[in-house]
């Protein structure tokens, strides 16, 4: 698999399609519009910024739980 990092500026949409093992990281975190029409436009730092969400501290959780399945 090819190593893949998650970026601000991805859709929560094109998150999940990466893996939807992400959707768990997304929702522990206060981010729980994940099925909302909004998550297929919205940038990771736009709906981190309406949640009230560190957006450096969501992308580590994320890339770190996708190196995990890569070790």
């Known amino acids: ?9 991805m859709t929560i949409g094109e998150v999940l399609d990466i893996n939807q093992g992400l ?3 997304l929702t522990s975190g206060g981010m729980h519009c994940i099925g909302c029409p ?17 957006t450096e501290l969501l992308l580590a959780r994320l890339n770190a739980f996708l190196e995990a399945l890569e070790s």
Do not use: F, N, R, Y
């Open 1 to 9: 698999m090819a190593s893949v990092t998650i970026t601000k500026d």
């Open 23 to 25: 959707a768990p990281v």
């Open 38 to 54: 909004s998550s297929q436009m919205e940038t990771l730092e736009e709906a981190a910024a309406v949640h009230g969400i560190e």
